[in-house]
């Protein structure tokens, strides 16, 4: 695992500190891991939502198309 040293001023570092304190987290590094990991997350379902705002409809959505996404959902949710 690599390391980064970040400098920040002492009421982020207040706050920081709050958050490990009081969320559970062992260690301001856990913190920081988590709210990178929730930003790549929200990036990627960013990206995924303009993918499909902007590609061409195929097919009228009913019933078995949302039993689909669902089925879909699941089995990538399971990886």
Request: proline fraction near 3%; aromatic fraction near 6%.
């Amino acid at each position: 695992m690599s390391t980064m040293n970040i400098s920040l001023p002492d009421n982020l570092k207040h706050f920081v500190d709050q958050q490990v304190a009081g969320r559970g987290y062992g260690t301001s590094s856990e913190y920081v891991r988590e709210l990178i990991r929730r930003d790549r997350d929200r990036q990627q379902l960013r990206n995924l939502l303009l993918e499909g705002a902007s590609s061409e409809a195929t097919e009228p959505v009913n019933t078995s198309y949302f039993d689909s996404l669902r089925e879909r959902a699941t089995k990538q949710s399971s990886k």
